[in-house]
C-alpha cells in the first residue's frame, strides 16, 4: 500500500473505536519518567529519542524562548560517527537531551515524580504514549508491541492495564489519530521536498516536510 493509501487509512480511523482499544486495555501515566528517559545498553548509554515534527519545535520555542537547538537535535538514525563528530544526512528530529540522555524537558521533584516542562505543548508522540496505531499493516516506530486491540499497539509502559475514563481515552484517541495522519503526511512531504545534499565531515543535513536543514533549524545550502 501507498503512502497515499495509508493516509486516506488513517484519517477513516474511528476514535470511538480507537477508544474502545484504549479502555479495554487500560492506561493510566504513573509519572514514572521512563518514556522521557534515556537507558542504559551494553553498549553504553542509549539517550532518549522522540520524532519532533517542525511546526512542534517551533510552537516549544514559543513557549520557551529556546533556540531551535536547544529544542530539537537532529534524528540520529542515519548519521554516521566522524573524525569531528556526527555527520551525514538524517529525517526529521528529536526531542533534545540532556548530557544524561533523558529528555531536555523532564525534571523530577524531590519525591522522583516526573513532570515535563513544556507538558501543555509536548508533541504528539509524548501525548500519546504508550499506544500507536497500525495502519496497512504497519506501525507506528515505537519499538515492540506488548499488548494490542484491534489497530491500537500498546507499548511497554507501567501504566498499561489501569483503568481509564471513557472521557481520558476518547481524548487519547483524537490524539491518537492524528499523529497516525501527521506521521503519514510528513513522510509524504518528506519524500515530495527531497534533494539529496552532499556532506562533508562534522556536517549533518536533516531532511524535514519543510527541506533540508542545518542542526540549528535554518535552510542548509
Do not use: N
Request: proline share 5%.
Amino acid at each position: 500500500m501507498d503512502l497515499e493509501a495509508e493516509l486516506a487509512q488513517a484519517r477513516d480511523l474511528d476514535v470511538s473505536e480507537l477508544a474502545d482499544a484504549i479502555e479495554s486495555i487500560g492506561f493510566e501515566c504513573t509519572r514514572c519518567g521512563a518514556c522521557c528517559k534515556g537507558y542504559d545498553t551494553d553498549d553504553g548509554r542509549e539517550p532518549h529519542t522522540a520524532t519532533f515534527f517542525p511546526d512542534e519545535v517551533r510552537t516549544v520555542q514559543e513557549t520557551t524562548g529556546y533556540d531551535w537547538r536547544d529544542v530539537a537535535r537532529p534524528m540520529p538514525y542515519g548519521l554516521t560517527e566522524g573524525d569531528d563528530g556526527p555527520e551525514g544526512e538524517t529525517f526529521e528530529w528529536a526531542l533534545q537531551t540532556a548530557a544524561c540522555g533523558d529528555c531536555r524537558f523532564y525534571e523530577e521533584d524531590e519525591t522522583g515524580l516526573g513532570a515535563c516542562q513544556v507538558h501543555d505543548d509536548r508533541p504528539l508522540i509524548c501525548e500519546t504514549y504508550p499506544f500507536s496505531v497500525a495502519v496497512a499493516g504497519t506501525s507506528q516506530p515505537m519499538g515492540d508491541a506488548v499488548d494490542e486491540e484491534g489497530v491500537v499497539r500498546a507499548h511497554e509502559c507501567e501504566g498499561l492495564g489501569r483503568d481509564i475514563s471513557r472521557a481520558d481515552a476518547e481524548e487519547l484517541a483524537r490524539a491518537l489519530k492524528e499523529r497516525a495522519v501527521r506521521e503519514i503526511h510528513e513522510a509524504i512531504a518528506v519524500s515530495d521536498v527531497y534533494e539529496p545534499v552532499e556532506t562533508g565531515p562534522g556536517e549533518v543535513v536533516v531532511h524535514d516536510s519543510e527541506g533540508a536543514k542545518r542542526p540549528d533549524g535554518t535552510e542548509a545550502p
